[in-house]
């Protein structure tokens, strides 16, 4: 649980920008990061302050793929 920000760390084995979502339970995108920039590291912070307490999905689409 977090009532301020969310950190994420991701390595990719080449190169790559990517696009992120959060999604609440209904679906609606409530976050959405575009990481143009390659790099094999990035790091991610979110800001949930203005969220209401529940469940959140966390979506990476990168190069045509996705993983939630």
Same mark, same amino acid.
């Given at each position: ?9 991701? %390595?990719?084995?080449? #190169?790559? %920008?990517f696009? #992120?979502?959060?999604y ?5 995108? *409530? &976050?959405?990061? *575009?990481?143009? !920039?390659?790099?094999? !590291?990035?790091?991610? &912070?979110?800001n *949930?302050?203005?969220?209401? #307490? ?5 979506e990476? !689409? ?5 993983? %939630?």
């Open positions: 649980p977090t009532n301020d920000y969310i950190n994420i760390a991701i %390595g990719f084995e080449t #190169a790559t %920008g696009v #992120a979502y959060m609440d339970t209904t679906g609606k995108v *409530v &976050t959405q990061i *575009v990481e143009s !920039q390659p790099n094999t !590291q990035h790091r991610l &912070t979110i *949930v302050i203005n969220l209401p #307490a529940g469940t959140y999905i966390f990476m !689409q990168v190069k045509g793929q996705s993983a %939630g």
